[in-house]
């Protein structure tokens, strides 16, 4: 009985993760060319919706910072429609977002900016501890570098508001981006490759606990897709946003026989196998830690074991898998954030 009562809450964990929102289009709204305008996320992490209304389902999410384009922006409308570096159109009310132009955008990707490295922190107006909030900022949030003042940063948010956030809680952007060990070329030696798979592995133990979020891609809360994104990413990496269109990327590694050809920091995919005429479906992906187990979002961040019989056995086997490491800027649906166009300038 309790294995069963087990089983229906992992079902009901799994109906609730899916193959992550679904991206509607936009019918008859102009393309961001004809607009030639472009965006950037304004708040610690913005909320995009499916349809115009706070009411609807929550499609993803972006980090302050993070470069849109702009799909409709009614004058006379709260709502506008932006499209996230990996593809996704959803909606974001208008504080959500600084439009800019594109030569604002060549700017500001120019510019010296700093990264949040903190699971949290606050942009306060002045330099000193206890002073007025102007907004809060998690891991991954990138603001526009101003100067230093004793144990504060300045910074300029994408909205142009100056603010203060302690120099401890952020890292200059591009020496972030040259930094992140994870990111190696195809021929790097074994220990490089083992270090890149532990710096990922070190990322997602520390989401461990995060509350399950539909559609989330932040500290603040991830769904199973936005976790593997969001750990990648703090790792110099940009992934596609749902797990049905990661399993399609990097190099595919065969599973069919088994775990044995799998390494740590592999993502592997959950689903419906192709059976009785109907298509192969993914619905759920993880990081694979090593000797069976993995983790992932499911409820909250946690650690599941494959092995049959374990105390923490997941319910269900993986059907694909891909490499991700040392697979990235190479035609593979997988970015770096150092070399890719999407955060600094004429880096392609």
Not at 37 to 65: F, H, K
Not at 204 to 224: E, H, M, N, Q, R
Request: charged share 25%.
């Amino acid at each position: 009985m309790k294995r069963i009562f087990a089983l229906v809450l992992c079902l009901a964990a799994l109906a609730s993760c899916g193959n992550g929102p679904k991206n509607q289009k936009v019918e008859e709204a102009p393309q961001w060319e004809e607009l030639n305008q472009l965006a950037l996320a304004n708040l610690s992490v913005i909320n995009m919706r499916e349809d115009p209304d706070y009411a609807a389902e929550l499609g993803t999410q972006a980090l302050m910072g993070t470069p849109l384009k702009l799909h409709y922006a009614p004058e006379d409308d709260y709502w506008v429609n932006v499209e996230t570096p990996d593809g996704y159109k959803a909606w974001v009310n208008e504080m959500a977002v600084k439009v800019v132009t594109p030569e604002e955008l060549k700017a500001w990707k120019s510019s010296r900016r700093v990264i949040v490295t903190s699971f949290y922190t606050f942009f306060v107006e002045e330099p000193k501890e206890g002073a007025q909030h102007v907004s809060d900022a998690c891991w991954g949030c990138i603001v526009e570098y101003k100067g230093t003042s004793g144990k504060y940063t300045e910074v300029a948010l994408p909205d142009g508001r100056k603010a203060f956030v302690p120099t401890a809680d952020v890292m200059d952007f591009e020496e972030w981006a040259k930094s992140r060990k994870a990111v190696v070329p195809a021929n790097a030696s074994k220990s490089e490759v083992d270090a890149a798979r532990q710096e990922v592995l070190n990322t997602a133990y520390k989401f461990i606990g995060v509350p399950y979020l539909w559609a989330g891609t932040s500290i603040k809360g991830v769904d199973c897709s936005g976790f593997s994104k969001s750990v990648y990413f703090l790792n110099g990496y940009v992934l596609l946003r749902n797990a049905s269109q990661q399993y399609k990327t990097g190099e595919s590694v065969d599973i069919s026989q088994g775990l044995d050809n799998l390494e740590p920091a592999d993502l592997i995919f959950f689903g419906r196998e192709a059976k009785d005429g109907k298509p192969e479906r993914i619905s759920h992906v993880g990081i694979y830690i090593g000797n069976g187990k993995f983790i992932h979002s499911s409820e909250l961040v946690r650690i599941n074991d494959l092995t049959p019989g374990a105390p923490d056995e997941y319910y269900r086997k993986p059907i694909r898998a891909i490499r991700v490491i040392g697979n990235q800027d190479c035609g593979k649906d997988i970015v770096s954030v150092e070399k890719g166009d999407i955060y600094f300038e004429n880096n392609n």
